[in-house]
């Protein structure tokens, strides 16, 4: 069997459908890689920084490493604009999309609204609102989020700032896509981790 027999989904049989699922879990199991080739792309996207968008996020999920942070924060600064080769103006939400089954909740929440927090930072000067994070401001996550603005985000425009490469972050995109989706124990619904971690941070920058 080479393909479905169908032609509309509604006539499908099982075997069409066991057929199917085999080749959804295999193409699933490749999600890290076009993810890390996704990110290469970053390179190609919008320019106008003193860095490239790749560098960026390398930027970010460096910071985020040398801070102690755990892999689904790391991996959640680095794939945080992902979607801006795709989807330029919700770009936090498209990439929350891709972490929200693999990472905390925390983590993707985070990811989801930075978007709004960056704000904090520019949009006074364009005639925006600066405190539209204030909407959140009774959330659970809303101090994590704007601890991740400050430390990992906003600061990482910086083309002096040495950060590693994508085959670094390569084995923790990998551990992360390979888990069980939407895993309960792995989404801690309702959880926060600290985004730093002192005593792992003098481990990893000793």
């Not at 049989?13 to 066991?18: L, S």
């Not at 790749?54 to 970010?60: C, D, I, R, T, Y």
Request: proline share 4%.
């Amino acid at each position: 069997m080479e393909t479905v027999k169908f032609t509309a989904m509604k006539d499908g049989d099982r075997e069409d459908y066991e057929f199917l699922t085999r080749h959804e879990i295999d193409y699933a199991s490749k999600t890290a890689e076009r993810l890390l080739g996704a990110l290469v792309e970053l390179d190609e996207s919008m320019s106008g920084y003193q860095i490239t968008r790749l560098g960026h996020s390398l930027q970010s999920a460096t910071r985020a490493w040398r801070d102690g942070a755990d892999t689904d924060w790391v991996v959640s600064a680095l794939l945080h604009d992902i979607g801006d080769i795709y989807a330029p103006y919700n770009h936090d939400e498209y990439a929350a999309a891709i972490l929200k089954p693999f990472v905390r909740e925390q983590c993707a929440w985070v990811v989801e609204k930075h978007g709004d927090f960056q704000k904090l930072y520019y949009a006074h000067h364009l005639g925006g609102n600066p405190n539209s994070r204030d909407a959140y401001r009774d959330h659970l996550y809303f101090d994590d989020c704007a601890t991740f603005c400050e430390r990992w985000d906003q600061s990482s425009f910086d083309p002096d700032y040495p950060h590693e490469d994508i085959a670094f972050f390569r084995p923790l995109v990998e551990e992360v896509f390979a888990r069980k989706a939407y895993d309960p124990a792995v989404i801690r619904s309702g959880e926060r981790v600290p985004l730093t971690d002192p005593t792992i941070a003098g481990e990893r920058n000793a």
